[in-house]
């Protein structure tokens, strides 16, 4: 079976009837879509979908889902995301579709947020091996760059290609793409970063994510809150 299939099927044997049931975005949280559906049609699972993205909840339509959109709930009982990495102590990087900011806030309106993703998003200790977005309003972003520089993280604006110019976030702002060292304090950056002003958000998500759910060659491994 795909790896991101064996994870996103195993991650949806966790809803349970009549659960408010949180869905972000990417090729993984599909899986988990078409898993509620079929667990919806053959055993008459019954939940209320709040989908994080347009894409998604175009999804929940498709699929005949109750919908709520996500400014009309106060809290969600679970909630699934895919990310670009997770590492062994539940440390994430989202982000990279420059949605990192309201994806922080579906999370942590969970009761239970659950990581969704395939081995290749897997590491023991997140690195600078991939972009960690900060999403800045426009006035803001020579300030913000200036302040990553002195904490010790060059940036770059992030484009969407040579003849696209800029990305601009679904909140219409800029994105700051820095790399993490490998050994701070994860924490503390993101609370350095986010207290700047003209910042909204970091993607990294820091004591967040409850559990993930990782395909793999072998299965599905999880990786639990605090069990290693
Ligand atoms: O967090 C993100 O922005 C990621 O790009 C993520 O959502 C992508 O997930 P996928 O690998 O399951 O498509």
């Keep these: 079976m795909d790896k991101k299939q064996s994870a996103g099927i195993a991650a949806a044997s966790l809803v349970t009837n009549g659960m408010t049931v949180g869905l972000g975005t990417g090729s993984t949280v599909l899986h988990v879509i078409k898993e509620l559906k079929r667990r919806h049609d053959d055993e ?43 590492d062994d102590n539940l440390n994430v990087i989202k982000g990279g579709g420059a949605a990192q900011t309201v994806e922080k806030v579906f999370a942590c309106m969970a009761d239970k947020f659950v990581i969704v993703a395939d081995d290749s998003k897997y590491v023991r200790t997140l690195s600078g091996d991939v972009d960690v977005p900060v999403e800045v309003i426009e006035c803001a972003w020579r ?16 484009n969407a290609g040579k003849k696209d110019g800029l990305v601009i976030t679904d909140n219409g702002n800029i994105v700051l793409d ?34 993930a759910y990782v395909g793999t060659d072998n299965g599905c491994k999880i990786i639990y809150k605090n069990l290693h």
Excluded: W
Excluded at 62 to 82: P, S, T, W
Excluded at 143 to 158: F, I, M, N, P, T
Excluded at 180 to 204: C, H, Q, R, Y
């Design 44 to 86: 008459g699972l019954e939940f209320i979908a709040v989908p994080s993205s347009f894409p998604t909840r175009l999804l929940c339509i498709e699929n005949g889902f109750e919908y709520r959109d996500l400014c009309d709930v106060d809290k969600l009982d679970i909630a699934f995301d895919g990310c670009d990495r997770v």
């Design 143 to 158: 300030s913000v760059q200036a302040s990553l520089d002195k904490l010790g993280y060059e940036s770059k604006l992030r």
């Design 178 to 211: 820095i790399r993490l060292k490998g050994d701070e304090d994860l924490l503390a950056l993101n609370n350095a970063v986010t207290l700047l002003p003209g910042v909204l958000e970091i993607g990294i998500f820091i004591g967040i994510a409850d559990c």
